[in-house]
T-cell receptor, first 120, second 112 residues
Framework: AQKITQTQPGMFVQEKEAVTLDCTYD???????LFWYKQPSSGEMIFLIY??????QNATEGRYSLNFQKARKSANLVISASQLGDSAMYFCAMREFYNAGGTSYGKLTFGQGTILTVHP | DVKVTQSSRYLVKRTGEKVFLECVQDMDHENMFWYRQDPGLGLRLIYF???????EKGDIPEGYSVSREKKERFSLILESASTNQTSMYLC???????????FGSGTRLTVV
C-alpha cells in the first residue's frame, strides 16, 4: 500500500494567487514526521517545511504553511502569493521510526510528486 | 551548511558493467541514504546506513549493493548494470535523532 499519496500530478496557478498541494499518508505509528521538499529543474531537493505528529499547531515557514489534519491523515502544503520561481516539482514525505541495532532511526518515504507551474 | 556531494552529475554506462556511485558528506552525519527517482514514482529508497559498515535494505534493493567504509562516504554499487536501472540517483544524509535531511544534487545514470 502506498504510504504517501499525492493525487495531483500537475497543478497550475496564477502568479500572486495561493495554491494547495495535496498529500495524504498512511501509518499506524503514533510518532512520525511530515516533510515537504521542492525540486527545481536543476535537480536539488530543497527542504521547505516540517510537521511533527505531536505538533498541535500547523507549521509555517514564510509563504509556506502545512495544513495538518491528523484524523484525516492529510498534510497539504499551502503556498501563498505564488511567484514564478515557485514552478518546480514538490514532494511530500513521511518519516517513520524503526529499530535497528537497539537504536531508533528515521526512514523517509516520498510521494509521487506534483509539478507546479506558476503562470504570469 | 552541510554539503552532500555526488561525484558525477551525468553518467553513461553499458549493460553488464559494474557501476559505482559515490556520495560524500562533510558534517559527520551518522545516517546516509540512497534513493532513485523515476517519473510518476517519486523517490524510492534503495539502501541506507546508520553507521560505518552498517547497512539496511530499503524498498527496492534488488540489483544494488552499498559500501560504507568511512563515515563520510556512502557508495552505491550496481553489480551488473541493466537498462531498467537508468534513473536519477539521489544521496542524502542526516544527523541522528530528529535532524533534517540534506540531499546531493543527484546523478543521472543512463545504461545503454
Amino acid at each position: 500500500a502506498q504510504k504517501i499519496t499525492q493525487t495531483q500530478p500537475g497543478m497550475f496557478v496564477q502568479e500572486k494567487e495561493a495554491v494547495t498541494l495535496d498529500c495524504t499518508y498512511d501509518t499506524s505509528d503514533q510518532s512520525y514526521g511530515l516533510f515537504w521538499y521542492k525540486q527545481p529543474s536543476s535537480g536539488e531537493m530543497i527542504f521547505l517545511i516540517y510537521q511533527g505528529s505531536y505538533d498541535e499547531q500547523n507549521a509555517t515557514e514564510g509563504r509556506y504553511s502545512l495544513n495538518f489534519q491528523k484524523a484525516r491523515k492529510s498534510a497539504n502544503l499551502v503556498i501563498s502569493a505564488s511567484q514564478l520561481g515557485d514552478s518546480a516539482m514538490y514532494f511530500c514525505a513521511m518519516r517513520e521510526f524503526y529499530n535497528a541495532g537497539g537504536t531508533s532511526y528515521g526512514k523517509l518515504t516520498f510521494g509521487q510528486g506534483t509539478i507546479l507551474t506558476v503562470h504570469p | 551548511d552541510v554539503k552532500v556531494t555526488q561525484s558525477s552529475r551525468y553518467l553513461v554506462k553499458r549493460t553488464g558493467e559494474k557501476v559505482f556511485l559515490e556520495c560524500v558528506q562533510d558534517m559527520d552525519h551518522e545516517n546516509m541514504f540512497w534513493y532513485r527517482q523515476d517519473p510518476g514514482l517519486g523517490l524510492r529508497l534503495i539502501y541506507f546506513s546508520y553507521d560505518v559498515k552498517m547497512k539496511e535494505k530499503g524498498d527496492i534493493p534488488e540489483g544494488y549493493s552499498v559500501s560504507r567504509e568511512k563515515k563520510e562516504r556512502f557508495s552505491l554499487i550496481l553489480e551488473s548494470a541493466s537498462t531498467n536501472q537508468t534513473s536519477m540517483y539521489l544521496c542524502a544524509s542526516k544527523e541522528g535523532g530528529t535532524g533534517g535531511y540534506t540531499f546531493g544534487s543527484g546523478t543521472r545514470l543512463t545504461v545503454v
